[in-house]
């Protein structure tokens, strides 16, 4: 994710806190802006994951409770980076079918439509 996409990202989260129902087309921006944020959120978990495991040949550490084996924080670390990524891997298969979903989705003719009533905004 560059800049224009975090700017993006930010414009999209002010619209989405406005008091005003969203677009169709904002709607499907969103949705594909959020998969750009998961999937960064992503590589960034993965990155971390890899640089703890060279962390320790790299710096003397210690850790701040007393326990006398840093590494044993860092495994813990490891481990928890790896259960994000499996989160965020959900959580980018569910914003995948989401974003796909709400592009299908169409407005219709208002005046084909005149006889059908509204859809519920609430």
Do not use: N
Not at 100 to 110: K, L, N, S
């Amino acid at each position: 994710m560059d800049t224009s996409g975090l700017t993006r990202f930010g414009e999209l989260v002010q619209t989405a806190a406005e008091l005003r129902p969203l677009e169709l087309a904002e709607l499907h921006e969103i949705g594909a802006v959020l998969r750009e944020v998961i999937q960064t959120a992503s590589a960034l978990a993965i990155r971390v994951e890899a640089e703890t495991t060279t962390l320790s040949k790299r710096y003397v550490l210690r850790d701040t409770t007393g326990d006398p084996d840093p590494e044993a924080r860092l495994a813990e670390v490891r481990e928890r980076m790896r259960r994000m990524v499996d989160l965020l891997q959900e959580a980018d298969l569910q914003a995948r079918r989401s974003h796909a979903t709400i592009g299908r989705i169409v407005q219709a003719d208002p005046d084909a439509a005149a006889d059908r009533p509204m859809a519920s905004r609430g």
